[in-house]
C-alpha cells in the first residue's frame, strides 16, 4: 500500500495536506470539506500544506515540512481580538507565526480578515489573494414555490454566543404585533462556548424563551451541509447577529437560496451582503462586543420582510456571482500550480 502511494505521489502534481476530520463542527472545517471535495487530504508525501484559521494546523508540522521544501499557504479568515478574548494573543500564537513568517501564499476570506490580521497578528511579507467562502449554487438555491404559511425567521449556524440570539428572541413579541404568526428556527448546534456572561447554554436559552414568553420557536440540531439548502427554504429571511463576525459560511449558504440577511452592520458580512439585506448599523468595536436593542432588531426584520422579494433576488444575484464554487476552485488550482511549480 505504501509503494503505490508513493508512485501516485510522483504523478500527481499538486498534493494538498489540511487535515481534513469528517464530522468536524464549525466554519472552519466546512471549509475544510470544501478543500477535501477537490483536493483530498494527503496525510503523506504532501508538497503543499493548507493551513486554515481556527483549525490550529500545528506549527512544528509546518516548520519541517517548510525545510523539506512544502509550499505552505495560510488561509486567514479570522483571528482573535480582544473584543472575544482578553488573551487574544496567546489565542492567536499558531496563526501568527504561519502567517507572519511561514506562509509562501495568504488566502485572505474578506478584506475584513486582512485588516483583521494585520491588526492582531501582524505584518506579512507572502503574495496574497482575496477569496470568499465559496457556495454551491446549484445545490442551495431558492424555494421552488411561494408556500403559503406564516412569516419565518431563521437563526443559524453554531449557536454558542448568547448575543446571537438574545436580541433577536427579546425582540420576537414585538414582531409579532407587526408580522402576526411569525415563527423562529433556531438551527445549529447549542454549545456552551465557556465564556462567562456570553456563554450560550442550553438551560439559558430556555430560560429566556420562557421568560420573554414567545412559543413559536422551533429548534434544528446540529445538521449537515446536505440538509441545510431544506433549512434555509423553510424560511423567508436570516438574522445573523454575532459582533464583528468575519465572512460566515451561513450568510453565503442563505443568500444563495435567496434570503435576505439582517446584520450588525459590523465586521466582514456588509461586505459580502451589499444591498442585499438590513444593517442594524452596529458600530464597529474591536475592543467590546457591542449588542443591538430588540427594538433596532424588530424594526430590521420588519423591514426585510416589507422587502423580502427584491433583497431576496439581489441577495441570489450577489451569490451567484462572487462566491463561486467553480471560481473558488480555479483560484486555487491556479495558486497551487504557481507554488509547486
Not at 3 to 18: D, E, G, N, Y
Not at 151 to 164: C, D
Not at 272 to 283: C, D, F, M, R, Y
Request: one cysteine or more.
Amino acid at each position: 500500500m505504501k509503494f503505490f502511494q508513493l508512485l501516485k505521489s510522483f504523478v500527481t502534481p499538486i498534493r494538498v495536506h489540511h487535515g481534513y476530520q469528517k464530522g468536524a463542527v464549525g466554519g472552519p472545517f466546512v471549509k475544510l470539506q470544501r478543500m477535501n471535495d477537490f483536493f483530498p487530504d494527503w496525510d503523506r508525501y504532501y508538497n503543499l500544506i493548507y493551513a486554515v484559521s481556527g483549525c490550529d494546523f500545528p506549527v512544528d508540522r509546518i516548520v519541517k515540512a517548510k525545510k523539506r521544501g512544502v509550499k505552505i499557504v495560510c488561509h486567514c479568515n479570522s483571528c482573535w481580538h480582544p473584543a472575544y478574548a482578553e488573551e487574544w494573543r496567546n489565542k492567536n500564537r499558531f496563526l501568527e507565526p504561519v502567517h507572519n513568517e511561514l506562509a509562501d501564499f495568504i488566502v485572505y476570506g474578506s478584506e475584513q480578515a486582512r485588516l483583521g490580521a494585520t491588526l492582531f497578528l501582524g505584518k506579512s511579507v507572502a503574495p496574497w489573494e482575496k477569496i470568499y467562502n465559496a457556495v454551491d449554487t446549484d445545490f442551495f438555491v431558492p424555494r421552488s414555490n411561494e408556500s403559503d404559511r406564516p412569516p419565518t425567521i431563521l437563526a443559524a449556524g453554531l449557536q454558542n454566543i448568547r448575543h446571537r440570539l438574545e436580541p433577536l428572541i427579546r425582540a420576537m413579541p414585538m414582531i409579532e404585533r407587526e408580522l402576526p404568526g411569525v415563527r423562529l428556527i433556531i438551527a445549529g448546534k447549542i454549545k456552551s462556548a465557556g465564556a462567562g456572561d456570553w456563554d450560550c447554554s442550553e438551560d439559558w436559552l430556555m430560560g429566556l424563551i420562557e421568560e420573554v414568553g414567545f412559543k413559536n420557536i422551533e429548534f434544528i440540531p446540529q445538521y449537515q451541509q446536505s440538509e441545510a439548502p431544506s433549512i434555509y427554504q423553510r424560511a423567508d429571511l436570516l438574522v445573523h447577529l454575532k459582533h464583528m463576525d468575519w465572512t460566515p459560511n451561513v450568510v453565503a449558504e442563505a443568500m444563495a437560496c435567496g434570503l435576505p440577511i439582517v446584520h450588525m452592520g459590523n465586521g466582514g458580512v456588509p461586505e459580502i451582503v451589499k444591498e442585499a439585506g438590513v444593517s442594524l448599523g452596529v458600530a464597529t468595536d474591536w475592543e467590546k462586543i457591542q449588542v443591538p436593542t430588540p427594538r433596532a432588531v424588530a424594526d430590521g426584520v420588519v423591514k426585510a420582510f416589507s422587502e423580502k422579494k427584491i433583497l431576496g433576488e439581489i441577495a441570489r444575484e450577489i451569490a451567484a456571482g462572487e462566491f463561486s464554487l467553480r471560481r473558488w476552485i480555479e483560484r486555487h488550482q491556479t495558486i497551487f500550480e504557481k507554488l509547486v511549480n
